[in-house]
């Protein structure tokens, strides 16, 4: 039985995660030659990879509270794959501002990131990224042992400086930035030990409740 | 007020290219050029008069005439600046407008005029585009986010309409208004800005002949998505200074409240005026990204009034432009 669950998961599903995971890079990457990405492509490629990584983050943190909350361990099987999949499209979206946007003028891009608040948030995250995925492997977490989980809490840092770098960009509609912070906030809320959503009233609180009082 | 430019006091009717004969004559010089023997040909050919003409979506404005105020740069295509808008009012995304357009109905349409004049009233479209001159006039567009245009627009000066209502001396600013009917522009029922959307100038600058009311593109009635049925262009200022759809002109004695400016004081400024040394606080206003060019173009630099300083620097002499940005 957990021989056949294994071929399953390394035959079909992870492939399928991982193309659905690379599909909206290959999507990119038509638009590059068939015209595809509208009057602006360069800030299209720079929206999309973003909103991917931010997507790939999101998606990641989802699966300590969908674990929580079915037991279901498949997720969890599938969470390097996607965090290194957020950390691709990261690479992509620094990339296309690097190359495309700057033309690598470089004494430009640094002044950006040391005067524009947004983008030094945006490239620490990116820098904050690196080491998680260097040490994603099986070998590093052996490695780190109790201090890899502790490294990968920065996971949590790296996502919120996302959501702000996004907020900080925003000209007036802050509609998007708003639901990817909403998204992340009940994210982290699930990890509560008792998350206020999911407590039932426990045995003694319920023997403390008063009987109704009926006329 | 010192005039800068001459104005083309009028061009007599004899050197005005028959619309046939610039039409096929553009048509060919486009075949040639795909031929790849344009260069030799163009060598030959007259300095033709050559308006701009559009993909024929909406109907073309009659007896348009050519400006000496254009630029002779190669105008961004009309489909990239039918598709590529910031008009919140029609939606916040880029393509949002040119979706949404459908729902704005340009006619009729009344611009009421106002305030520190001697004859308010009204005029309609139809009478604007009658009573002046419709001019092409190709220019530079650049957004305060730091992508570019070059619009061939069709239009005529802002100023010969206001002095039709007679401003007074007091009549020191000139307020604009969008229209504001969320069933028409969809994008007010939310509140991302402070609708309706305002815009103001300084009475010299909306007298200068660079500013014009814009009626159309590429020979042709504007789109809703550019601001249809008529929009300010002030061409030395950032894009959102050239406010779309307007229904209301207002004289005013004191500077006006303007939408941007009064969302993000720090951030957008009355005059606004395109400027490479004064960064957005959140961005550098150094570059520009030309719209249409290919993914790998590097930017261009930006020019102090967008290119236009010869013709606008002496506007704000003696002025902090870091100050008054």
């Known amino acids: ?215 | 007020m010192p005039v800068l430019i001459k104005k083309p006091d009028s061009i007599p009717s004899s050197e005005i290219t028959d619309r046939k004969v610039w039409e096929s004559r553009r048509r060919f010089m486009r075949e040639a050029a795909v031929l790849g023997i344009g260069a030799g040909l163009a060598a030959l050919a007259p300095p033709a008069s050559a308006l701009l003409t559009g993909p024929g979506r909406n109907p073309r404005i009659p007896n348009v005439v050519e400006s000496p105020l254009s630029t002779g740069e190669t105008p961004t295509e009309y489909d990239d600046i039918t598709t590529y808008n910031n008009f919140y009012e029609l939606g916040t995304g880029k393509s949002d407008p040119a979706a949404n357009a459908g729902s704005l109905k340009t006619r009729p349409w009344e611009i009421r005029v106002e305030g520190e004049c001697e004859r308010p009233g009204t005029i309609g479209i139809e009478e604007i585009l009658r009573a002046f001159t419709q001019e092409e006039r190709v220019y530079r567009l650049r957004c305060v986010e730091a992508w570019a245009m070059v619009i061939p627009w069709v239009g005529f000066p802002l100023g010969d309409l206001l002095k039709r209502f007679k401003p007074t001396s007091k009549a020191k600013y000139v307020a604009f208004e969008t229209l504001q009917d969320p069933k028409q522009l969809p994008g007010q029922e939310r509140r991302v800005l402070d609708w309706p959307y305002r815009e103001g100038l300084r009475m010299d600058e909306a007298m200068h002949p660079l500013t014009i009311l814009a009626t159309g593109l590429y020979d042709e009635l504007l789109p809703g998505q550019d601001g249809a049925p008529i929009r300010l262009v002030v061409p030395w200022k950032y894009g959102f200074k050239s406010i779309k759809s307007i229904v209301s002109i207002r004289f005013t004695e004191t500077q006006p409240v303007t939408t941007w400016s009064d969302l993000a004081p720090r951030e957008y400024g009355f005059y606004a005026n395109v400027n490479p040394k004064v960064d957005h606080p959140r961005w550098s206003q150094k570059y520009q990204r030309m719209i249409g060019a290919s993914i790998f173009a590097s930017r261009r630099p930006t020019l102090m009034f967008n290119g236009y300083a010869d013709q606008v620097a002496d506007l704000y002499r003696g002025m902090d432009l870091r100050k008054f940005f």
């Not at chain 1, 640094?110 to 492997?137: E, Q």
């Not at chain 1, 906030?185 to 039932?200: D, I």
Request: charged share 15%; hydrophobic share 55%; with cysteine.
């Open chain 1, 1 to 215: 039985m957990i021989r056949r669950r294994d071929a399953w998961l390394r035959f079909a599903i992870k492939p399928l995660v991982f193309g659905l995971c690379l599909a909206p890079f290959l999507w990119l990457v038509w638009g590059v030659f068939y015209d595809g990405l509208g009057p602006n492509p360069v800030e299209a490629i720079t929206h999309r990879t973003g909103d991917w990584t931010l997507r790939l983050l999101l998606v990641t943190l989802a699966v300590t509270p969908l674990r929580r909350l079915s037991g279901w361990y498949l997720p969890l099987r599938l969470r390097r794959m996607l965090g290194l999949f957020a950390f691709f499209y990261a690479v992509l979206h620094f990339l296309t501002w690097i190359w495309l946007d700057q033309g690598f003028q470089w004494s430009a891009a640094v002044a950006d990131v040391v005067k524009r608040p947004y983008i030094t948030l945006g490239f620490s995250a990116l820098l904050m990224l690196v080491p998680l995925a260097v040490t994603s492997t099986r070998g590093w977490m052996r490695r780190l042992g109790v201090n890899w989980k502790r490294l990968h809490r920065l996971i949590y840092v790296i996502a919120g400086a996302g959501v702000v770098h996004y907020l900080w960009l925003v000209k007036a509609d802050y509609l998007e930035p708003a639901l990817y912070g909403l998204a992340l906030g009940v994210l982290l809320a699930a990890r509560l030990r008792r998350p206020w959503f999911l407590t039932r009233p426990s045995a003694a609180a319920r023997a403390v409740q008063r009987p109704r009082v009926t006329p």
